[in-house]
Structures are given as C-alpha cells and as structure tokens.
C-alpha cells in the first residue's frame, strides 16, 4: 500500500507562483510513476504532469513553460513548482502514484490540494 499526502496549495493571484509538495510512503517500488492530476469545478480529472524515477518528464501542453515537476527519490516526494499561474488553473491538484507491473497498473491518489487564482 502506498499514502499519498499533499500540501502547498492556497490562493494566489494571476501571474503569481505555488509550490505543491507530495510525500508519499508505504512500499514504494523503482517502477512507480508519480505525477499531478487536476480536477476544476465541472470538469474532469486531467493529467498536468508525471515523472519517472529516472526523471523522464511529461507535460500537458496547458503547462509547459510554466509548471516544473521534480522528485527527490531519497524522501519520496515529488514537487510541482507552478509559475505564472493564470485563472483557468484553478483546480484541485491531486498527487498520483502510477505503478506498472507485468501484470496491469494500479494507481493511489492523495487527497487533493486546492488551487485559486483569483486577483
């Protein structure tokens, strides 16, 4: 079983940065893929970004240049740094943890993390 636990989120206005952090523990395994989701009011769940242990990174396209996934192996945390943010990323942000194993893929999420940008 692994947890997943997020914080960092708040409001902040346009133009401004974030910085979401996710620690996760429980038995982690050198295939998990851990990445973002966000889920605005209405909307469904999207990928924003996800990275391997090796640090293979993938982005939507609504974030490039301006989000920055990265991982620390040692804590098991991965960081989400979002910069210039704009209205539309207002969302809850939700950790994931993609494990792939010869047999099928298992996800666990966190809990979420609230994001506003409102001016």
């Known amino acids: 079983q692994v947890q997943l636990v997020e914080s960092g989120g708040g409001l902040v206005q346009p133009g401004g940065s974030l910085r979401l952090s996710c620690a996760a523990s429980?038995?982690?395994?050198?295939?998990?893929?851990m990445g973002w989701f966000r889920q605005a009011p209405g909307k469904q769940r999207e990928l924003v970004a996800r990275?391997?242990?090796?640090?293979?990174?993938n982005y939507a396209d609504f974030v490039k240049g301006r989000f920055t996934i990265s991982r620390d192996n040692a804590e098991n945390t991965v960081y989400l740094q979002m910069n210039s943010l704009k209205l539309e990323d207002t969302a809850v942000y939700y950790c994931n943890l993609l494990r792939v194993l010869g047999t099928g893929t298992r996800d666990y999420w966190g809990q979420g993390t609230q994001v506003i940008v409102s001016s």
């Open positions: 429980g038995n982690m395994l050198s295939v998990d893929i």
């Open positions: 990275i391997s242990i090796s640090g293979v990174r």
